[in-house]
């Protein structure tokens, strides 16, 4: 019986100094580039919620003329988004890019992955905890679908990998 104490007591010293030295080394500045197994289980946890909250929203439907939205979706995209996405969403800004998880360009396959409605569902609502805005006060639906299809628009164009990863 005391030996099981002695072990109680051993594991639950391990672990108190183990939690002790997560504390001491846990950091709330944003200045550290993320580690790669964080960045990799944030964008899994991320594109579940995501996939989640938009397949449950109620959306309107698309603008019937793609060509004219895309083009004042990048006139709204560079006043509102580019200060954190970059011109034309493809160089992140040097805002974006010392943020906490560092700000994806749009035309990263991470953002190109996402559907329609689940780009329409960020934008409106933004992402808690990551800087990300919702823009359901700033923008009408009209325009929220502006800034969508403009932003796939960029997978068309511009390939370039990724900031983050
Ligand atoms: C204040 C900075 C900021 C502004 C302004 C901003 N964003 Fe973001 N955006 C972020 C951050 C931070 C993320 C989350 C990055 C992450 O989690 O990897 C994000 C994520 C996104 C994503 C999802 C990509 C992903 O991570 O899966 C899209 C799409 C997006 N933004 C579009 C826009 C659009 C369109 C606008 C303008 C209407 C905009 N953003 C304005 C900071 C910003």
């Given amino acids: 019986m005391r030996r099981i104490y002695i072990w109680l007591i051993a594991i639950v010293t391990c672990m108190l100094s183990l939690l002790g030295f997560v504390a001491m080394n ?3 500045s944003a200045q550290p580039t993320p580690g790669r197994f964080e960045t990799w289980l944030a964008n899994r946890v991320k594109s579940w919620a995501i ?9 309107p439907l698309p603008p ?13 995209f560079n006043m509102e988004c580019a200060f954190c996405h970059g011109h034309n969403g493809q160089k992140t800004s040097a805002i974006g890019y010392s943020m906490y998880p560092r700000v994806l360009t ?6 190109q992955n996402l559907s329609n ?19 359901a006060k700033i923008n009408n ?14 997978g068309h164009t511009n390939q370039s990998m990724p900031i983050k990863k």
Avoid: C, K, T
Wanted: aromatic fraction near 10%; proline fraction near 3%; charge should be positive.
């Fill in 141 to 154: 639906q009209s325009e929220i679908w502006e800034l969508v299809l403009y932003a796939h628009s960029l």
């Fill in 26 to 28: 846990f950091s709330i």
């Fill in 106 to 111: 749009l035309d990263s396959p991470q953002v």
């Fill in 117 to 135: 409605r689940e780009m329409y569902w960020v934008i409106e609502n933004g992402i808690r905890l990551s800087g990300m805005p919702g823009f």
């Fill in 51 to 59: 996939r989640q909250a938009s397949a449950r929203a109620h959306q």
């Fill in 64 to 76: 019937a003329h793609i060509a004219a939205a895309v083009s004042r979706g990048r006139g709204l």
